[in-house]
């Protein structure tokens, strides 16, 4: 579905990490761990296709539907939640009906919110709205950097079965958490950016922070590469949206900038 090949990220002097290789399959779910300002959310925004790595390769399969979902929401604050989801609907060129759009804020627990403000909504609500606009692309690659931010018990439950029921319908789920107690057991796989390299690359019940253990395949990649410590610095170039710069859903097949004015759709 996915693969880093050799994957750095620098900005001027400042690496960020470099020699980040490994692949994701279809059916999985893997969480992507480490400190504050260890890379986390750019080497997913490099897997999304919205920041091109400094050095490496990321590449998607031709089936890949990218959703991602950011630190900040991709609404329109003036208008309703169902207002945002009907302009996501014919943006994307989806064949949703008012019913089916309202289902989608059902999925969600909004559907008694559907003609309110997305502009009043609470942190979390806005997170949920978000999410359901996501989901009604039906990524078959779904990005999430930390979308428990804001939500209550009850919207991390519901958030944590839309994971498990992404990885159910045969989708590959990569998301980054600081909640190793609640997130590590919907993960297959964990994987961990320390010292500006994947230090850690296996199952969730075997990592502690600090560890310093890859898979044989990374290992072995990250050896071949460890005389490129230089690499030309770039910076990224985010999608110009409405209030943000996060939470967008692109085509396959894009591993450069997003184009600017806004997010790709999914077909």
Not at 35 to 62: C, Q
Not at 63 to 78: E, K
Not at 115 to 142: C, D, I, T
């Amino acid at each position: 579905m996915l693969e880093l090949v050799r994957v750095a990220k620098t900005y001027g002097v400042k690496v960020i990490f470099k020699d980040v290789s490994c692949a994701f399959a279809p059916a999985s779910v893997t969480m992507l761990v480490g400190g504050n300002g260890a890379g986390k959310s750019t080497l997913m925004r490099i897997m999304a296709g919205l920041s091109r790595p400094s050095a490496g390769e990321s590449r998607l399969a031709e089936n890949a539907r990218v959703g991602y979902l950011g630190h900040s929401t991709f609404l329109y604050p003036g208008l309703t939640a169902l207002e945002n989801l009907n302009f996501w609907r014919s943006a994307c060129g989806l064949a949703y009906s008012s019913q089916g759009l309202m289902a989608a804020l059902e999925r969600v627990g909004l559907e008694a919110h559907a003609h309110e403000r997305a502009g009043v909504f609470s942190r979390g609500m806005a997170q949920r709205l978000n999410l359901a606009r996501v989901l009604m692309q039906a990524p078959n690659l779904l990005l999430l950097d930390e979308p428990g931010t804001g939500l209550d018990a009850s919207s991390l439950a519901l958030l944590r079965r839309e994971v498990l029921d992404a990885r159910a319908r045969d989708a590959c789920v990569i998301l980054i958490s600081h909640d190793l107690a609640g997130d590590a057991p919907l993960a297959d796989r964990l994987l961990a950016l320390e010292g500006r390299k994947l230090a850690y690359d296996g199952s969730p019940s075997g990592y502690l922070p600090g560890t310093a253990v890859v898979s044989n395949v990374t290992a072995a990649s990250n050896a071949e590469a460890e005389t490129s410590d230089a690499v030309a610095g770039s910076t990224s170039g985010a999608p110009q949206g409405p209030e943000n710069n996060d939470g967008c859903i692109q085509n396959s097949g894009q591993n450069g900038e997003a184009p600017q004015g806004g997010p790709q759709c999914c077909a």
